[in-house]
């Protein structure tokens, strides 16, 4: 009730001062607790926003308005992708399924509806270089605030609708970058965590402040190189990502590699010793998960490496299990509630519910056969997918990273 009021008068008089209104709002671009990353709307009821742009910002009021409207059918269209317009919270657990209780609106809201004007209802006002107390107090407690935020009050726990701003600040006049942030925030209000997928990098801040980033890497939400989740078949490292990011590497290392192969000359000397590679060739790199079995959480790996100067190519499968850690945070939408044990609705308890179906895969442990050989290797998916393969030698032996181009940007360091 408390935040009800709270918002209303918050959407009534804007000119209140900061001290008074600021506690209870948050920037989800910190999250810290575990609400902070809640799905800001559940149920059908379409979630009514309205656009408001500063006099002097780069874009007009019908550019941002399309640019809101697209973005968020951007996510819409992600969600729907993977039957998150189906699926209802849950949460997978040793003992059996929590489960929102009877009643309570159980699925992310997908439907949004733009208002011609900001009325005491609408529920998401989207401030492009228009600024109030709210956003001033919340600002620079992190790079990103300083460029964009999403945030909302205390979350409420009863109606699952958690009105709230999002912001932009005058950063860019580049619609492409405008609209990479945009999309990042409005990321925030379905629920998506920081390194999910691209777009919501932790350190969007910073790649957009980098002059030389192609644009070909703003207005997406994944892309080859880091996809949302693995699937099976699928390649996971390739050569497919694309020349526009060759450029990125320190000049002179990939210049003579074909697209996509990148420098043995920066592989560990062990490794390219094992694998009987040229030192001044490239190497090229494919895998794949194949077989996922979610009950047991495992998967198979199938890895081919190939040189480009002698043809020397190296095939592979390692079986890999998820090795659990504790709080490791699935990517997925959630939300943290009150929940019911579904074969006792009398057990209740506050866990944190998705919309992801099945159990996350990694990390993983597992190994690769290399001249018959068993080799260590883990799969980690902060950014992506990252396979490190133990090479072991009389000093103790090496890690060897693969990677995608994607997490190469902080070469550049
Ligand atoms: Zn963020």
């Given at each position: 009730m408390k935040s009800a009021i709270w918002a209303a008068l918050f959407f009534a008089a804007m000119s209140v001062t900061a001290s008074a209104f600021a506690s209870g709002w948050s920037s989800n671009g910190?999250?810290?607790?575990?609400?902070?990353?809640?799905?800001?709307?559940?149920?059908?009821?379409?979630?009514?926003?309205?656009v408001q742009v500063g006099s002097d910002y780069p874009l007009g009021s019908a550019l941002a308005a399309s640019m809101v409207q697209e973005s968020i059918a951007d996510w819409v269209a992600f969600f729907r992708a993977r039957g998150f317009d189906t699926k209802s919270l849950f949460r997978e657990t040793l003992k059996g399924i929590w489960q929102m209780p009877a009643g309570k609106p159980n699925k992310a809201a997908l439907s949004f509806t733009a208002d011609t004007s900001c009325q005491s209802d609408t529920e998401i006002k989207f401030l492009f270089?228009?600024?109030?107390d709210v956003v001033e107090s919340l600002r620079s407690s992190n790079d990103e605030n300083d460029l964009g935020m999403a945030i909302r009050?205390?979350?409420?726990?009863?109606?699952?609708?958690?009105?709230?701003?999002?912001?932009?600040?005058?950063f860019s006049t580049d619609p492409a970058k405008i609209r990479h942030l945009l999309l990042h925030e409005i990321g925030h209000v379905f629920g998506m965590?920081?390194?999910s997928v691209p777009v919501m990098d932790s350190r969007v801040a910073y790649h957009l402040a980098r002059p030389f980033m192609p644009g070909a890497f703003f207005g997406k939400i994944e892309n080859a190189g880091w996809p949302y989740a693995m699937s099976e078949g699928r390649l996971e490292i390739s050569d497919t990502f694309g020349s526009t990011f060759d450029r990125l590497f320190p000049s002179g290392i990939i210049s003579n590699c074909p697209a996509g192969y990148f420098p043995n000359a920066a592989m560990p000397p062990r490794v390219l010793n094992q694998?009987?590679?040229?030192?001044?060739?490239?190497?090229?790199?494919?895998?794949?998960?194949t077989n996922p079995d979610f009950t047991v959480r495992q998967f198979t790996f199938a890895l081919e490496l190939e040189d480009s100067v002698n043809g020397n190519k190296v095939l592979t499968t390692g079986l890999f299990t998820h090795n659990r850690i504790?709080?490791?945070s699935h990517p997925g939408p959630s939300v943290y509630t009150l929940a019911t044990f579904a074969s006792d609705p009398s057990k209740k308890a506050r866990v944190s519910l998705r919309l992801d179906q099945d159990p996350n895969l990694f990390p993983a442990r597992g190994s690769f056969a290399f001249g018959g050989k068993l080799h260590a290797a883990r799969i980690s998916y902060e950014k992506g997918p990252m396979i490190e393969i133990f090479f072991p030698d009389m000093a103790g032996?090496?890690?060897?990273?693969?990677?995608?181009?994607?997490?190469?940007?902080?070469?550049?360091?």
């Open positions: 910190g999250g810290f607790d575990d609400e902070s990353n809640n799905i800001w709307f559940l149920g059908e009821k379409p979630v009514h926003y309205c270089g228009v600024t109030n009050k205390d979350y409420d726990h009863v109606t699952f609708r958690n009105p709230g701003i999002v912001w932009l600040a005058k965590r920081h390194d694998l009987g590679f040229s030192p001044s060739g490239c190497h090229h790199v494919t895998a794949k998960v504790a709080n490791i032996g090496v890690w060897w990273p693969i990677r995608n181009a994607y997490d190469n940007l902080d070469l550049l360091d």
